[in-house]
């Protein structure tokens, strides 16, 4: 327990935090939520709306540090590669993956000597 009067103070304004911290994490995690289900549902409309409000509270989140940044960026991307994914698919234009050619393998260093003095 905290015995200085600024110690007192800390741990009330800690208290504070975490508890409006927890609240905006639930409300995130159900916002996700409510646009995975109208993916799967395949209602795009509703999803981009659901998207839309997402990103502004991803945002706020990650401007007051209660999520990192990145974070933030990182789930916005995936969902709306999700969306784009399930519109295409919906309208029946789904691109297929793009296939990647092999690596040509490099010569060893000792090779391109004995080459260059041939």
């Known amino acids: 327990m905290p ?3 600024s110690a007192k103070k800390r741990l009330k304004q800690s208290l504070v935090r975490r508890t409006r911290n927890r609240a905006t994490k639930s409300i995130l995690r159900g916002q996700v939520r409510k646009v995975t289900e109208a993916i ?5 409309a509703k999803a981009e709306t659901e998207f839309r409000t997402l990103c502004k509270l991803f945002d706020r989140a990650a401007a007051g540090r209660v999520v990192h940044p990145n974070l933030a960026a990182r789930t916005k ?4 590669a999700r969306i784009k994914a399930a519109k295409g698919a919906k ?3 789904a691109k297929p993956a793009a296939a990647k050619a092999p690596k040509a393998k490099k010569e060893p260093a000792a090779k391109k000597k004995a080459a260059k003095a041939e």
Not at 40 to 44: K, L
Not at 77 to 80: C, D, E, I, M, T
């Open 3 to 5: 015995i200085t009067k």
């Open 77 to 80: 991307s995936r969902l709306s």
């Open 40 to 44: 799967a549902a395949g209602d795009t």
């Open 91 to 93: 309208t029946g234009e």
